[in-house]
T-cell receptor, first 110, second 113 residues
């Protein structure tokens, strides 16, 4: 089993739709969780950290489910500019090493 | 954004060449990282430096040689590379502790011919 798994997609959604991605992790001792956004041929950019209580930033909501070992990202009212690859990253234990998923490709259609 | 810079942005080198990639962070962080990103694969961590000390070498071939002279600068020295080493090489930095949020540079797109 991979340490961090994501559905590669693509997720094709119309503008204005709500879309959700999940990311599962295998290490139950994982401590920190993140969502990154990566545009084609660019570097990953930190979108948001994921806190135990869940957190929201505008149209984006991230949640953590420790019991089932997954994190989620919800995007409401999708914009064309949201089209990108969304990477989840997990930090396990007493280390600053991040393990990344392969990413989920989102394509928002006009 | 100029938090983490990398040079060069593009590099084409032959298998017998020696070249170096440079990374500089202006965020006051004390940990720096090298990642490799190939098509259809997840980001692969190569090396981790904390306070200039290497704390992780992810079974990287010796043809890749990192150097971290201080907490703000990181180099990746390349020699006798193979075509399969062609990829996007990304540098990142973070604090060691706290949120551990990593911030990436724009990357060097390397092609080995």
């Amino acid at each position: 089993r991979k340490e961090v798994e994501q559905d590669p997609g693509p997720f094709n959604v119309p503008e204005g739709a709500t879309v959700a991605f999940n990311c599962t992790y295998s290490n139950s001792a994982s401590q920190s969780f993140f969502w990154y956004r990566q545009d084609c041929r660019k570097e990953p950019k930190l979108l948001m950290s994921v806190y135990s209580s869940g957190n929201e930033d505008g149209r984006f909501t991230a949640q953590l489910n420790r019991a089932s070992q997954y994190i989620s990202l919800l995007i409401r009212d999708s914009k064309l500019s949201d089209s990108a690859t969304y990477l989840c990253a997990v930090r396990g234990g007493a280390t600053n090493k991040l393990i990344f998923g392969t990413g989920t490709l989102l394509a928002v259609q006009p | 954004e100029t938090g983490v810079t990398q040079t060069p942005r593009h590099l084409v080198m032959g298998m017998t060449n020696k070249k170096s990639l440079k990374c500089e962070q202006h965020l006051g962080h004390n940990a720096m990282y090298w990642y490799k990103q190939s098509a259809k694969k997840p980001l692969e961590l190569m090396f981790v430096y904390n306070f200039k000390e290497q704390t992780e070498n992810n079974s990287v071939p010796s043809r890749f040689s990192p150097e971290c002279p201080n907490s703000s600068h990181l180099f990746l020295h390349l020699h006798t590379l193979q075509p399969e080493d062609s990829a996007l090489y990304l540098c990142a930095s973070s604090q060691s502790g706290g949120s551990y949020e990593q911030y990436f540079g724009p990357g060097t797109r390397l092609t080995v011919t």
